[in-house]
């Protein structure tokens, strides 16, 4: 049995102290900050760090906003030896849909997030239930009788 392909991206600092590995070889991107001898996993536990500008950009209470989903990693650079700028997509439920969007954000090297830039997307209606189905209570027919 052979064993999954991983693929990793690596996106190093300028001074190469640091630097953003990306794992997309699952089913969502694991995006880690290596800082010296520490990794830290970014958009993970703290996803809901972006909360306040997802609201602000969709003009709604943050508490009033779902849980936002893992992030796509897109691209990202840096913009000083400590500071790292990263593009991603993600979605939101609001009310009955899924919501879409694109955020830049801008982190430094303890993965504390910046600031965040946020680009509404697509909006997905979600697909609505279909009722379950209920056995049929046909009438069967007896075989051997004719002309009943």
Not at 43 to 51: E, H, N, S, V
Request: charged share 25%.
């Amino acid at each position: 049995m052979a064993a999954p392909a991983v693929e990793i991206l690596q996106v190093p600092s300028p001074d190469n102290a640091n630097s953003l590995m990306i794992d997309k070889s699952g089913r969502r991107d694991v995006l880690q900050l290596r800082a010296g001898v520490k990794v830290i996993r970014l958009f993970y536990d703290d996803i809901d760090a972006l909360k306040p500008y997802v609201a602000k950009a969709y003009g709604i209470p943050a508490a009033k906003l779902g849980k936002i989903a893992q992030p796509i990693y897109k691209s990202a650079k840096w913009l000083s030896g400590v500071q790292l700028q990263i593009d991603c997509a993600s979605s939101i439920p609001l009310g009955d849909a899924e919501h879409e969007f694109d955020f830049t954000a801008v982190i430094d090297t303890t993965g504390k997030l910046l600031s965040a830039t946020i680009v509404k997307g697509a909006v997905l209606s979600k697909p609505t239930p279909r009722p379950k189905a209920t056995p049929s209570k046909a009438k069967t027919k007896v075989k051997g009788r004719r002309g009943d």
